[in-house]
């Protein structure tokens, strides 16, 4: 038999609650979008306005804050839907109502965009997290980045549609009947007050069991943080020699770093040459859009000494990688004439483990991770 709002009989699923829940489900999403799309415009080849190098651990802020309040929202949003679930069994309103059916067709049509963008975006966003990627046919970024708009979209349709209602029960005595469906009169387990406090606590455990792989601190309690500072140096691994198949021309005596500038090679440089360049020291984080983040202490040769004082330009980094992604990538020139930008050869005060990028990577400050090459052969240069 199909259920009925008449069906749904406990005092706990009413407006009171779904607003309160609400609002917070709202600023995990808004926070979730508006780090989303900072993640997304560094990741660009190209940036109209400069992406800044500076404060270097901003892109760690603002991936750990995506990761934590994408996590917080699912309990959130499992305990919104609960309270509001006996509106998706209402008969629609008569056709001589124009104007109730229309917002009614509204609320129903944002609800349904909103929970499917929300459930894919909170799914595949923590199947990011783990690095578990059971799709194929599509690219997580740019169908990340898109749904993330609808997502944004049908959250505000929905808030201005109920606005009228949100208003009123938020300013309201959470035990206030005004708004309760007439069959929402069996006391539950617990008060609203109680369920509202006990999301709120839940969301508060994911965010502890999680926020691990940003802040060092809670490592101990962070059990489902991805990565918590396992790795040589103190830094994880996302890829490694053998996944990127790099494993035999890292290692080769021939390995050689060419700079090239407008076409012409400027230098080629063996591993020594390298060491035999001034050396520099830079505490900088890397921070990866799956959330987690270390601080190393990287040594190397600065960028601008590689460049033999070319400034202003981008710089293509390739990489030893056959194939892949980020095989190559685009250093802004912002970041290539920042001091702080290294073609490290030391992690921690040692050689970089294989994994890690020797025999040489690019480190550069507020720069995704994913961006942060391994692997170095080539810099190019066109002015």
């Given at each position: 038999m199909r259920p009925t709002p008449a069906s749904f009989t406990s005092r706990l699923r009413s407006p009171a609650v779904a607003a309160r829940v609400g609002v917070w489900l709202g600023i995990c999403f808004g926070t979730c979008f508006l780090t989303g799309l900072v993640s997304h415009y560094a990741q660009l080849p190209t940036h109209p306005v400069p992406f800044p190098t500076s404060p270097s651990w901003g892109y760690r802020l603002t991936q750990g804050l995506h990761v934590v309040t994408g996590t917080a929202a699912v309990p959130l949003l499992l305990v919104k839907l609960w309270s509001v679930l006996p509106r998706l069994f209402e008969s629609l309103p008569p056709l001589g109502d124009p104007r109730r059916l229309v917002l009614t067709a509204l609320e129903r049509g944002s609800i349904a965009v909103l929970v499917s963008a929300a459930v894919f975006q909170l799914a595949t966003g923590l199947a990011n997290s783990s690095q578990w990627y059971p799709w194929s046919t599509f690219s997580f970024r740019a169908v990340h980045y898109a749904v993330a708009w609808v997502a944004i979209g049908a959250l505000l349709v929905h808030i201005a549609v109920k606005l009228p209602v949100i208003r009123d029960v938020l300013t309201s005595d959470i035990d206030d009947t005004a708004h309760d469906r007439p069959s929402a009169t069996v006391r539950g387990p617990l008060s609203r007050r109680a369920l509202v406090r006990t999301t709120f606590a839940a969301a508060g455990v994911a965010v502890l069991?999680?926020?691990?792989?940003?802040?060092?601190?809670?490592?101990?309690?962070?059990?489902?943080?991805?990565?918590?500072?396992?790795?040589?140096?103190?830094?994880?691994?996302?890829?490694?020699?053998?996944?990127?198949?790099?494993?035999?021309?890292?290692?080769?005596?021939?390995?050689?770093?060419?700079?090239?500038?407008?076409?012409?090679?400027?230098?080629?440089?063996?591993?020594?040459?390298?060491?035999?360049?001034?050396?520099?020291?830079?505490?900088?984080p890397i921070a990866c859009v799956e959330g987690w983040s270390a601080q190393g202490t990287w040594s190397g040769v600065r960028m601008g000494d590689l460049l033999d004082g070319v400034t202003g330009a981008d710089v293509q980094v390739t990489s030893l990688q056959p194939s892949g992604p980020y095989r190559r990538t685009t250093l802004p020139a912002n970041f290539a004439d920042d001091r702080r930008t290294l073609i490290a050869l030391d992690l921690a005060g040692e050689p970089l483990s294989l994994d890690h990028g020797y025999p040489c990577r690019l480190i550069a400050p507020n720069r995704p991770g994913v961006l942060q090459t391994k692997w170095v052969t080539r810099l190019e240069v066109s002015t």
């Open positions: 069991a999680t926020a691990g792989g940003t802040v060092p601190w809670l490592r101990r309690v962070s059990v489902f943080a991805v990565r918590t500072g396992d790795g040589p140096g103190g830094v994880p691994i996302n890829k490694s020699a053998l996944a990127a198949g790099v494993e035999d021309t890292a290692t080769s005596p021939d390995w050689r770093l060419e700079v090239v500038v407008d076409g012409a090679v400027l230098r080629t440089l063996s591993y020594d040459d390298l060491r035999a360049m001034p050396q520099h020291v830079e505490s900088l």
